[in-house]
């Protein structure tokens, strides 16, 4: 058997990638001014049935300009998730607001019936303001993390915001190309359907432009907000006259030279994703104690991560790890529960149940779009071999 080493998730850069970075490069227009920035943006707005898109350096950065702009300020809370990457966390804090960490369902998204019950049990509801009764602050807004590819239940959690009148900043960072194919959003793209939505290109994403970001919006008011506080808010660019703090979260022109590029092939590296991914799923589901994880019924998922959840027992998780590492193949633990980590003990956490459990049960196998057949069977025979 081929020891080639295989990676977790790898960017694929065999489009035109390179013909479109050395028009930039030719060009010189290699900064945060030039036409593939707004030719990204376009695209990218269309491919999500939005009207416009505001590009940014990153996934984080996205998540920090729409927070600020659903108003958060440091005596505000936030309701997040614990099991989730960090950065969908982070801009809270840089807000200096607090967050309230929440559970997950078994789609490892936010779970809607605790969020409705920490709206219900937990706080007051008065002059269309929700306050935590412990830390009396108010809770404006929470961060909805589509996790790997899935579609969080918007359908449970939209009327729960609006019934408390909370904002909702979708973290699509791994979910761009998941859409509603049934029910009231059918046709609703990952990122649209909140007050904000936020997408990465970070290497390990489905596309990557290097690094970068993308902050869209409904409101076209909010977004070109975005657009100001993302370009330092230049308020009279010729004076340099500024009329609020901003931020130089701009993407280059370079990363959307690649990122158009990406977006060309989105689709077709969805379909090789969904291959594998339903490749990996009938062979593993035989395997007594392990599953793959399922994408939620009624969307159609990009399918970015695998997730190999191990039912019974926890010590599974890490030896499957290092048997893997062993035949060369890249594999990882599901993030560490937010919570846990050292700068939010002590944060507002709320029956944090489904969690820990997957927390201690989940391998993420590899998932690049350069994965061939004959590398998920590798990946599939170390897993049936492995005891
Ligand atoms: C990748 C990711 C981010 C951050 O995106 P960057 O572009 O790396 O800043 C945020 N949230 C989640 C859930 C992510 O997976």
Known sequence: M??????????????????????????????TAGPYVSDFEKRLAEYVKVPAAVSTQNGTSALHVSLLLCGITREDAVIVPTLTFIAA??????????????????????DPIKLQQYCETECDFTDGKLID??????????????????MADMEAIMPIAAKYNIKVVEDATEALGTYYTAGEYEGKFAGTIGDFGCYSFNGNKIITTGGGGMIVSNDQELLAHAKHLTTQAKADQANFIHDEIGYNYRMTNLQAALGLAQLEQLE???ETKTANYNRYKDAINKIDGLHVQDFREGIRSNYWFYSVVFEKDEEGRDRLIEELKE???????????ISDQLPYQGSRTFQLEKAPWYWKRVVNIPCS???????????????????
């Not at 966390?89 to 936010?110: H, Q, R, T, W």
């Not at 009764?133 to 899935?150: E, I, P």
């Not at 193949?329 to 529960?337: A, K, M, T, V, Y």
């Open 369 to 387: 779009t350069n994965l061939t057949i004959a590398g998920v069977d590798r990946v599939i025979s170390v897993i049936q071999n492995f005891n």
């Open 268 to 270: 077709g590296f969805i």
């Open 327 to 337: 035949n060369h193949i890249q594999s990882r633990p599901i993030w560490g529960l």
């Open 2 to 31: 081929s020891d080639e080493f295989i990676a977790l998730s790898v960017p694929n850069l065999k489009g035109n990638e390179l013909k479109y970075v050395t028009d930039a490069v030719e060009t010189e227009w290699v900064s």
């Open 133 to 150: 009764k412990q830390t009396g602050r108010h809770v404006k807004a929470m961060v909805v993390v589509h996790v790997f590819g899935n």
């Open 89 to 110: 966390v982070n801009p809270v804090k840089y807000i200096g607001a607090e967050p309230v960490f929440m559970d997950c369902d078994d789609s490892l998204c936010m």
